[in-house]
């Protein structure tokens, strides 16, 4: 049976199931082309879908939560951020090279000095808003929003307790029942989606093997994310071949190349070098438009 698995990253709440599906789908067949005709309209397709969960789940983070649980950076400004929500910014930041100084002028007029100083009580909301700024600014593809909106729904997914584990049993849920027959069955996740579906995927046992695990824009290269999937980094024992692919441009794939030393010993396939444009370099339209990409899918569908 053929069968292609569709699992979404961030920024996905103005859409449906079946828009997503249908996007994905026409994408793909694009850059497949005539060569699929004969069977195309015959793949199962399987879409997970948890983008109103996140954003519900990230939106709600902090804004009424009783004291000593963990807040997310879009809670009340007087509040700090415990260090396992902070490094993710501090990643990035560090990642880019963006020094303090320049983080600060991103500090509103108002804002207190002590605000870039690490407390005891942690970092300060404030400091993490300017960050995101920064990002936004001195990186091309963070920007129109892109650096805020992963780095709120990455960490509420990543830290808010009980949505990393709520959210990867919606999408088990979804795509991995009756999971069987897999002789032509593709696993294409993005973004935030490539992290969901290597979580469950790593835990799922098989006598048969999934032929194509495809990832693209993933940010599993990010120390914290794999801090909190946990060890072992290896190709998960359903997965036949893993294809990872990425644009250099890519601000949520911070480390394009999942490799020994990015990621972990899994053996994995990379096309780190995709061009997706200028306008949108995390655009999964364009990355499953590929030649390298669309090519990979459709020899392990045909």
């Known amino acids: ?17 079946e828009q997503i599906e249908t996007d994905w789908k026409n994408a793909l067949h694009s850059g497949i082309g005539d060569r ?6 015959n793949v199962e397709v399987r ?18 939560e009783p004291a000593g649980v963990r807040m997310g950076a879009e809670a009340p400004d007087a509040d700090y951020v415990e260090d396992s929500i902070a490094e993710l910014y501090l990643e990035l930041q560090r990642a880019y090279e963006i020094d303090n100084n320049t983080v600060s ?30 990002l936004e600014k001195i990186v091309p593809s963070a920007g129109h929003g892109l650096a805020g909106i992963f780095l709120e729904q990455a960490a509420a997914y990543l830290n808010k307790p009980g949505l ?19 002789d032509n069955t593709v696993v294409v996740g993005h973004s935030l989606g490539t992290v969901v579906m290597y979580s469950l995927l790593r835990a799922t046992s098989s006598e048969e093997k999934i032929p194509q695990f495809v990832t693209l824009g993933s940010p599993l290269g990010i120390q914290i994310v794999r801090k909190r999937i946990g060890p072992p980094f290896i190709k998960p024992e359903i997965v036949k071949s893993w294809t990872n692919g990425a644009d250099p ?3 949520v794939a911070l480390h394009p190349k999942l490799d020994a030393q990015t990621f972990g010993p899994a053996k994995i396939t990379n096309y780190s070098e995709l061009n997706n444009g200028q306008e949108d370099a995390h655009s999964v339209r364009r990355y499953l438009s590929q030649p390298e990409i669309a090519g990979v899918i459709y020899e392990a569908l045909k």
């Not at 049976?1 to 199931?17: S, Y």
């Not at 699929?36 to 309209?41: P, S, V």
């Not at 990393?164 to 069987?180: G, H, M, P, R």
């Open 47 to 64: 879409t997970a879908y948890y983008a109103d969960v996140l954003a519900k789940e990230t939106n709600a983070w902090g804004r009424a």
């Open 36 to 41: 699929a005709n004969e069977w195309w309209n």
């Open 1 to 17: 049976m053929r069968r292609l698995v569709f699992v979404h990253g961030i920024n996905n709440e103005d859409f449906t199931p």
């Open 164 to 182: 990393y584990e709520k959210i990867n049993a919606l999408v088990e849920d979804q795509v991995l029942q009756d999971f069987s027959n897999l």
């Open 249 to 251: 441009e890519d601000f």
């Open 105 to 134: 002028l991103e500090l509103d007029d108002s804002d207190e000095p002590k605000f870039a100083r690490r407390m005891a009580a942690g970092v300060h909301k404030k400091w993490l808003k300017a960050i995101t700024r920064a």
